[in-house]
RNA sequence: GGGCGAUUAGCUCAGCUGGUUCAGAGCGUCUGCCUUACAAGCAGAAUGUCAGCGGUUCAAAUCCGUUAUCGCCCACCA
């Protein structure tokens, strides 16, 4: 074995021999009998196929790996499935925008065929990229399931949950105010827009009465939408205006009649002039308060954003010049009364990074009220439980909004609408005929529904069939041209993967999933989603759990992105130190906390490339390298199995490591009920490096009994199962090497904490033996006594220290150790007081007075305040009489406790003066 | 505006049911060591108004209120 860990050629072993042996799938594969099991089953929440994975995924997928190889070690019937997304809108604008970037070309240059034959292709790529890169991170997925949200198998789950949804009412067609994206032509989700402050103004203007009476000041931070108001709104009690409410104004520019309305919702009377243009196809609340007012609802943008026909002498102008135009228009007419400056939020697209503008167009929408409220149900019934609980709240308040969800993107890549129009072009003779020969054409047919639309359209859905044109006589049948969201999808993903609608095996045996892990940012997104879908298509919720892992930001506290060039990229980690240590870190990093920062820092390689890292990784990679060494040592006096029956021991360290070891056991166990990562960590870490190898280890090392062999092979193999989770590769690996002829770690029985073994007593008892052995070194450290030089130490106690006379002397370097009760202090000795005695340190020629003086009466200034505080509230007569009797024997053993280090160091002192 | 969270050592963070893990870990710093598993290491050391204020309690880093600062989510800003 190489005195150091080598990551590179060991994972790519491991990857390679797991993979030949199918350890990654689930053990009913092979064997009927293993669907008695109890499953544990994970679908991996599938990155999108727009770039390569970064941190997050790292730590996402490091989570979900702990949890699947923790469950199959503890004998369950295993899954996780991986995928990818397709991402709709976001992979189609990366790659229309890498279409510009190389060739000059738009979408339409190349047509949808060509243009989604190009997203294909990119998709494959990623596709592989991720994959490659799941694997590299050790991620012990069942590849041969592997899915994608667009493939046939997630294609047919769509098909049929549209349908029925469809079939059910719950999806709707309508005209409404959408999010537009003027440069992708598309709808896009409110959660696809973020909000930018910039710098406007605020125009005041004349809107002139149509009688030429007069005006009323009506102010705007959007001037161009003037061209599609269809009323202005006043408040019913405001006294400037009530004498206007029902008259008629002019439009400028198009002098179109629109009316002054009363409407004390929309109207602020403390806000600007108190009077508001209102433009319902142009604005939120416009568009509400002209549902409320019966409104006519007139579009003047086309779908590129510029003004239509119904903007007259404006049309063709678009976004700022457009509002350069009608501001002079105002300014020229005389109607321009003000101008201020005004700072405001824009809405702007997630994908193309353009303006927002709200528009009234044709769009699908999934009707969420009755939907939500059974997926509410779910978790405050406690269905479906939330870790850390807090986002259960995050969960409901979105929910409790029930607002229906808009379901069509006008895009090309995507599940597209399973949904074909009538044209009425064919049809002789008017509405009625229409549904008639609907009827006749589907009347027996279950795997079509169709109905009439709110705009009087007959949409005809079908189940899987794709429709031709000309299918039926009489009918000219066009397909909707729009896709679906993408979260559409996604929120079938768990079911979908496995097969759904078709009754399978898998869905029989994995479903309901056992724990979606995820990021809080998605929660509302697609977990609420994914409940949603679950409970209307198979009637079951899709996961009892949802871990929501953290954010990781840098050390600054932003988020990691490539505009910030502050990404850390896990290949590069993997490659610098390797896979189990960047899933050591991602582990520790999973606290309660919702966000971990990671402080990034810039490194140049030899090849010249810069990559980010972080100092952080260096823990995981070193504590890899430690326990390389211990089992590098520990290879040539491994006996046995590693099993450990019930060999008696009798000395401390021996049964105290053992207590220790079982507590441990324990703990982790304790760890993962509570999805306590960072704690899993901590606890295997520590126990690795202080208590095996700072401590059992070095006590062991000097000479190695049969008898010891085999309780240190024990421990070593143990940590190899309860490390294997977070650190597949080094423990597979060091098994391989130390007990070849064991089952490999992957696959083997998790250990069971044996609690007869575990004794407080014990390991209280070490931890005092131990001190003595601390209070020496500290010795050693204070006059910087080199470890090969070896001294000498008197232990005054009562404590029989035979036993551990060896270890004591080994471990401080003693060439002599005494010990027995009231033994006398030696000539020029360090003193320091433990639990029930007192050590010294004979150091003539050494010892300096001073220093021990400083020490000591550090020591006893430190105890005295200490007594001060106990005294104080042991004389407090309400904590006598109220607090438990074990707290007041505690309090009361501290005091002597105290009291005994401020006697024997005081003594300590008066001596050390009375030898100048 | 509504909701959630954070503030503990120079940095990154633990600290769960209030008290026997109660002020901790890793990194960094300082001192001494290449002690035959490991210098990616060993031994020792220094470092804190637990954000401020108030309250509850016999007892508060921990519970409650409040202020400040920072962050996130949702809604909205003619």
Redesign the pocket.
């Known amino acids: 074995m190489e005195?150091?860990?080598?990551?590179k050629e060991i994972e790519s072993k491991w990857l390679k021999n797991w993979d030949e042996q199918k350890n990654f799938k689930p053990a009913s594969d092979a064997n009927a009998t293993a669907k008695e099991q109890e499953h544990f089953s994970i679908v991996i929440p599938p990155p999108n196929v727009t770039g390569a994975l970064h941190l997050g995924h790292a730590l996402n997928n490091t989570i979900q790996d702990i949890l699947i190889r923790y469950n199959r070690k503890l004998g369950k019937n295993a899954l996780w499935i991986p995928g990818t997304d397709h991402a709709g809108i976001a992979t189609q604008a990366v790659v229309e925008k890498r279409l510009f970037q190389d060739e000059k070309k738009t979408r339409h240059d190349l047509g949808r065929e060509e243009l989604v034959k190009r997203i294909w292709k990119w998709k494959d790529e990623y596709e592989a990229r991720i994959t490659s890169q799941l694997k590299l991170l050790g991620s012990s997925c069942d590849w041969d399931r592997q899915r994608f949200t667009l493939d046939p198998i997630c294609a047919k789950a769509v098909r049929y949950a549209f349908f029925n949804l469809f079939k059910k009412g719950f999806i709707y067609r309508g005209k409404r105010l959408v999010n537009w994206d003027t440069h992708l032509h598309t709808a896009v989700a409110?959660?696809e827009i973020y909000?930018e402050t910039v710098k406007g103004h605020?125009w005041t203007f004349k809107y002139p009465l149509a009688d030429g009476s007069g005006y009323i000041p009506?102010?705007?931070?959007?001037p161009e939408?003037i061209l599609g108001d269809t009323a202005v709104?006043v408040h019913p009690e405001d006294e400037r205006y009530k004498k206007f409410i029902g008259k008629t104004l002019l439009v400028p520019f198009v002098n179109r009649e629109i009316p002054v309305i009363a409407d004390a919702i929309?109207?602020?009377?403390?806000?600007?002039?108190?009077?508001?243009?209102v433009?319902p196809a142009h604005?939120?609340?416009d568009y509400a308060t002209g549902l409320r007012h019966n409104l006519p609802m007139l579009n003047i943008l086309n779908e590129d954003g510029s003004l239509n026909e119904n903007a007259g002498e404006f049309k063709g102008l678009k976004g700022e010049k457009a509002r350069a135009a009608v501001v002079e228009g105002l300014e020229k007419s005389g109607l321009l009364l003000k101008v201020e400056d005004?700072e405001?939020?824009v809405g702007k697209s997630d994908r193309s990074k353009t303006i927002i503008e709200p528009y009234l167009s044709d769009q699908w929408f999934v009707k969420m009220d009755k939907l939500a409220e059974r997926a509410m149900q779910a978790v405050e019934n406690g269905e479906v439980k939330f870790t850390p609980a807090?986002?259960a709240?995050?969960y409901l308040?979105?929910l409790g909004?029930k607002?229906d969800w808009c379901i069509s993107r006008q895009l090309w890549w995507g599940h597209q609408i399973p949904i074909w129009h009538v044209e009425k072009l064919r049809v002789e003779s008017g509405e009625l005929r229409v549904e008639e020969i609907l009827k006749k054409c589907f009347l027996n047919r279950s795997d079509i529904h169709f109905y009439q639309a709110e705009n009087g359209d007959w949409l005809v859905c079908s189940l899987e069939k794709d429709l031709r044109e000309d299918e039926f006589e009489g009918l000219n049948l066009i397909r909707d041209p729009d896709v679906l969201d993408t979260w559409f999808s996604s929120a079938l993903w768990p079911h979908s993967t496995m097969g759904w609608p078709g009754e399978t095996e898998d869905l029989k045996d994995f479903y309901p999933t056992s724990v979606l892990v995820t990021a809080?940012?998605i929660?509302?997104?697609w977990v609420a989603r994914m409940v949603i879908f679950s409970q209307e298509n198979l009637g079951k919720i899709p996961f009892d759990n949802v871990y929501i892992n953290?954010?990781i930001?840098d050390?600054?506290?932003?988020?990691m992105s490539k505009s910030l060039g502050n990404g850390v990229d896990p290949l590069d980690i993997i490659e610098k130190?390797?896979a189990d240590a960047l899933r050591f870190v991602m582990c520790?990093?999973c606290?309660?906390?919702?966000?971990?920062?990671?402080?990034v820092k810039k490194e140049i390689l030899e090849d010249g490339r810069e990559i980010n890292v972080s100092?952080?990784f260096?823990?995981g990679?070193?504590?890899?390298?430690?326990l390389w060494?211990?089992a590098?040592?520990l290879s040539s006096y491994i006996v046995g199995s590693g099993e450990w029956g019930v060999g008696s021991c009798a000395k401390l360290e021996d049964r105290w490591v053992l207590s220790r070891l079982n507590t441990v056991v324990r703990q982790i166990q304790?760890a993962f009920e509570?999805y306590?990562f960072?704690?899993y960590a901590?606890v295997i870490?520590?126990f690795v490096?202080?208590d095996l190898?700072?401590?059992y280890?070095?006590i062991k090392?000097g000479e190695i009994s049969k008898e010891s062999s085999a309780l240190l092979s024990h421990s070593l193999y143990t940590v190899l199962d309860l490390l294997h989770p977070i650190m597949p590769f080094i423990t597979e690996e060091l098994n391989s090497i130390l007990f070849p002829n064991s089952q490999r770690v992957i696959l083997r029985q998790w250990p069971k904490a044996n609690e007869n073994l575990i004794d407080a007593e014990i390991e209280k008892q070490f931890e005092d033996i131990f001190a003595i052995?601390?209070v020496i070194?500290?010795v050693?450290?204070?006059y910087?006594?080199?470890?090969?030089q070896k001294i000498t130490a008197v232990a005054s106690t009562s404590a029989n220290l035979e036993n551990c006379k060896n270890m004591i002397k080994d471990l401080s370097?003693l060439s002599d150790f005494e010990f027995g009760e009231n033994l006398p202090k030696p000539a020029f000795s360090a003193s320091a007081v433990i639990a029930g005695g007192e050590v010294f340190v004979p150091l003539e020629g050494i010892l300096n007075e001073e220093t021990e003086i400083a020490r000591l009466n550090?020591e006893v200034e430190k105890a005295e305040s200490f007594i001060i505080s106990l005294n104080k509230?042991l004389s407090?007569e309400?904590?006598v009489?109220?607090?438990?009797a074990?707290?007041i024997?505690?309090?009361r053993?501290?005091l002597a406790t105290q009291q005994d280090i401020v006697e024997k160091s005081k003594a300590a002192l008066k001596e050390l003066a009375a030898f100048p």
């Open positions: 005195t150091r860990y080598n990551h409110d959660d909000h605020f009506v102010a705007t931070t959007r939408t709104a929309l109207v602020d009377r403390e806000f600007g002039t108190g009077s508001v243009k433009t604005d939120p609340n005004h405001m939020q807090r986002y709240k995050n308040n979105w909004e607002r809080r940012d929660i509302s997104l953290p954010t930001l050390g600054l506290g932003r988020r130190y390797g520790s990093m606290t309660e906390n919702q966000e971990a920062r990671l402080p100092e952080k260096e823990i990679r070193n504590f890899g390298n430690k060494n211990a590098r040592f304790n509570n306590r960072s704690e901590a870490y520590h490096w202080d190898c700072s401590r280890l070095e090392k052995v601390e070194r500290s050693r450290g204070r910087s006594i080199a470890p090969s370097g550090k509230k407090n309400n904590f009489k109220n607090a438990p074990a707290v024997d505690g309090e053993q501290k």
